[in-house]
């Protein structure tokens, strides 16, 4: 789901972390305390290899994923694709993972619609898929009236673009729309279909499987096609293969470098300790306390809200997510400075990795 997401400026010592919780506990909340069991997520930390890993051993590890970053790309998609797919069916279990994402180009002008979207084509054990998102210009999550004097708007252009990676794909879908919002559908009942990221006018996302491992590799290099040859970074994200596997993809001829992606468990005290290690790269993220708006603010719209720490280049700062906005925008601003007792700034994340 899109989430609205407010930050402090990231120059917070691990001390004031803590008296960030001391000051939720003041205003109603129950934070996570220093010698509580925590899972922390880190992500985009540099490595020279796969045996960077190694570094986290002193930890319970889940969802650890290399990812190759390939900047400024300009080669065939479809024989990158190829050659991640060789490996991935050499190496395939239940348990292995592997995906490339690589932008497309809506053409036509939108409004509520940013030009640049994503796509991602995917292996998994025994079958494919195609995942294709677009990114809105503005957050509107579901629930939210604010924007429906411009629904007609919204569910249009959303359809269009749908249409648009589905003709290039050709693909067995349909996007249609009623006067609340856009939905997907597919006659073919051995491609399973999923729509995510949703937003008061539909699924932002789709993702079609397939058993044919094969089907996807040439459409997405026709959805590749739309970007014209501009530089792009491109991704492959390689879950859980070994390490002696992950050198395997490494002998591909390409200019790269890769960064992992995990879940820790930990205690909270330990967070500086991790942060460190990840040097000035990696970001990690945790959270201090989960709760309902209503339990502090009862004369607002009830919003599930998630306050968390992110660390990054040995400083933390302060992130609030919510799932829609309790009040309007400014007085949601205000009252969030005054349930951390600092000043923050909307800062929603990227729909892109």
Same mark, same amino acid.
């Given at each position: 789901?899109?989430?609205?997401?407010?930050?402090?400026?990231?120059?917070?010592?691990?001390?004031?972390?803590?008296?960030?919780?001391?000051?939720?506990?003041?205003?109603?909340?129950?934070?996570?305390?220093?010698?509580?069991?925590?899972?922390?997520?880190?992500?985009?930390?540099?490595?020279?290899?796969? @045996?960077?890993?190694?570094?986290?051993?002193?930890? +319970? &590890? /889940?969802? %650890?994923?290399?990812?190759?970053?390939?900047?400024?790309? *300009?080669?065939?998609?479809?024989?990158?694709?190829?050659?991640?797919?060789?490996?991935?069916?050499?190496?395939?279990?239940?348990?292995?993972?592997?995906?490339?994402?690589h932008p497309w180009r809506i053409d036509e002008h939108m409004v509520t619609l940013l030009p640049e979207a994503?796509?991602?084509?995917?292996?998994?054990?025994?079958?494919?898929?195609?995942?294709?998102?677009?990114?809105?210009?503005?957050?509107?999550?579901?629930?939210?009236t604010w924007a429906d004097h411009q629904r007609p708007m919204w569910l249009t252009e959303r359809q269009t673009?749908? @249409?648009?990676?589905?003709?290039?794909?050709?693909? +067995? &879908? /349909?996007? %249609?729309?009623?006067?609340?919002?856009?939905?997907?559908? *597919?006659?073919?009942?051995?491609?399973?279909?999923?729509?995510?990221?949703?937003?008061?006018?539909?699924p932002c996302q789709f993702e079609l499987n397939s058993p044919d491992v094969f089907e996807f590799l040439v459409?997405?290099?026709?959805?590749?096609?739309?970007?014209?040859?501009?530089?792009?970074?491109?991704?492959?994200?390689?879950?859980?293969?070994?390490?002696?596997?992950?050198?395997?993809?490494?002998?591909?001829?390409?200019?790269?470098?890769?960064?992992?992606?995990?879940?820790?468990?930990?205690?909270?005290?330990?967070?500086?300790?991790?942060?460190?290690?990840?040097?000035?790269?990696?970001?990690?993220?945790?959270?201090?306390?989960?709760?309902?708006?209503?339990?502090?603010?009862?004369?607002?719209?009830?919003?599930?809200?998630?306050?968390?720490?992110?660390?990054?280049?040995?400083?933390?700062?302060?992130?609030?997510?919510?799932?829609?906005?309790?009040?309007?925008?400014?007085?949601?601003?205000?009252?969030?400075?005054?349930?951390?007792?600092?000043?923050?700034?909307?800062?929603?994340?990227?729909?892109?990795?």
């Amino acid at each position: 789901m899109r989430e609205h997401r407010w930050e402090t400026p990231p120059f917070l010592s691990f001390d004031d972390i803590l008296q960030t919780t001391q000051q939720l506990q003041q205003a109603g909340l129950t934070p996570a305390h220093i010698e509580k069991d925590i899972i922390c997520y880190i992500e985009e930390w540099s490595v020279s290899g796969p @045996q960077g890993i190694h570094a986290l051993d002193p930890w +319970p &590890l /889940e969802d %650890v994923t290399l990812i190759h970053i390939l900047d400024n790309w *300009t080669g065939d998609f479809f024989l990158l694709a190829g050659q991640y797919h060789t490996l991935v069916q050499q190496y395939q279990s239940v348990n292995t993972y592997c995906s490339i994402c690589h932008p497309w180009r809506i053409d036509e002008h939108m409004v509520t619609l940013l030009p640049e979207a994503m796509f991602w084509l995917g292996f998994r054990h025994a079958h494919a898929f195609i995942r294709v998102r677009v990114h809105t210009t503005e957050i509107v999550a579901p629930g939210e009236t604010w924007a429906d004097h411009q629904r007609p708007m919204w569910l249009t252009e959303r359809q269009t673009a749908f @249409q648009a990676a589905i003709k290039t794909l050709d693909l +067995p &879908l /349909e996007a %249609v729309a009623d006067q609340r919002q856009v939905q997907l559908l *597919t006659p073919r009942q051995d491609t399973p279909l999923f729509c995510s990221w949703p937003d008061a006018f539909g699924p932002c996302q789709f993702e079609l499987n397939s058993p044919d491992v094969f089907e996807f590799l040439v459409p997405a290099s026709q959805l590749a096609a739309t970007w014209q040859g501009a530089p792009q970074p491109v991704r492959a994200y390689l879950t859980g293969f070994t390490e002696e596997e992950l050198l395997h993809f490494d002998s591909f001829d390409l200019q790269k470098h890769s960064v992992y992606r995990c879940s820790v468990h930990c205690v909270m005290n330990e967070l500086p300790e991790l942060l460190t290690i990840l040097g000035n790269t990696g970001r990690l993220y945790s959270t201090l306390c989960e709760f309902q708006t209503s339990s502090i603010l009862p004369n607002g719209e009830d919003s599930a809200a998630i306050i968390g720490l992110v660390g990054h280049q040995g400083k933390f700062q302060i992130e609030v997510r919510l799932n829609r906005y309790p009040v309007n925008p400014q007085d949601t601003t205000d009252w969030l400075e005054s349930v951390i007792g600092r000043p923050v700034t909307y800062a929603p994340l990227s729909a892109f990795p």
